[in-house]
């Protein structure tokens, strides 16, 4: 039976931003991926980074020292 886990969600106003952020962390080796925007909430372009909820201040700075954009962060419960 599938569980809800809880994730950190970032999104994205463009589709560039997301494309940006998987870039980024795959030649960083930084955890997380690239999923549609869970229907709880809306972003611009459809597209948001799921990663573990306890790292979001490393995920805010992280985003800051890169320059990247980024729309929103939440922490959801969302299905495995």
Do not use: H, N
Not at 11 to 31: H, I, K, N, Q, V
Not at 45 to 64: N, Q, S, T, V
Request: proline content about 5%; glycine content about 6%; hydrophobic content about 45%.
């Amino acid at each position: 039976m599938r569980q809800k886990k809880t994730a950190l969600v970032i999104t994205f106003a463009a589709t560039t931003d997301a494309m940006a952020m998987e870039r980024y962390c795959a030649s960083r080796g930084l955890p997380g991926r690239l999923i549609p925007v869970p229907r709880e909430i809306t972003a611009g372009c459809g597209l948001a980074w799921k990663a573990a909820p306890e790292e979001k201040e490393k995920w805010e700075a992280a985003l800051a020292e890169a320059g990247l954009r980024w729309q929103e962060m939440r922490t959801l419960e969302l299905w495995a």
